[in-house]
């Protein structure tokens, strides 16, 4: 009989963000200017909550790895190749790490995301809409 090997949502984590290169926010917008694409996966409740990033492609998480597979007949425009710098962003910098290392599993080796999530780029004085919702 064999075992389960039970790892937590730390262990994935952890081993998901031992894979990429993530970047501060200031780092990801520098990116960002010399031709990264942002790509913003929170879910539209949240975005219109929170404000969101200009520059940035949003993608919602449960369609991102067709998106931007070079390969698949769904991809954005811009997913025409496997070098494409993808810098992910997320609310916290937690799902898009995890989001990140899905498409470095597609082969998009340049795939990371912004440590602190959009709450860190806010706070970095990075561009922000801020088109929020009345309750």
Do not use: K
């Not at 390969?71 to 898009?96: K, M, N």
């Not at 899905?102 to 440590?115: E, F, K, Q």
């Amino acid at each position: 009989m064999s075992t389960v090997r039970r790892r937590t949502i730390d262990d994935v984590l952890a081993e998901a963000r031992s894979r990429l290169d993530r970047l501060s926010p200031r780092d990801a917008w520098e990116a960002l200017e010399t031709g990264a694409l942002l790509v913003d996966i929170r879910p539209a409740a949240q975005r219109a909550a929170e404000g969101g990033v200009p520059q940035a492609v949003v993608i919602e998480r449960n369609v991102l790895e067709w998106r931007l597979d070079p390969s698949s007949a769904h991809r954005i425009p811009a997913a025409t190749r496997y070098d494409l710098q993808v810098v992910v962003l997320c609310s916290e910098g937690y799902t898009s790490s995890l989001a990140a290392a899905a498409l470095a599993d597609l082969g998009l080796r340049r795939a990371t995301d912004v440590v602190g999530g959009f709450h860190a780029w806010a706070r970095a004085g990075l561009p922000v809409t801020r088109e929020l919702v009345a309750p």
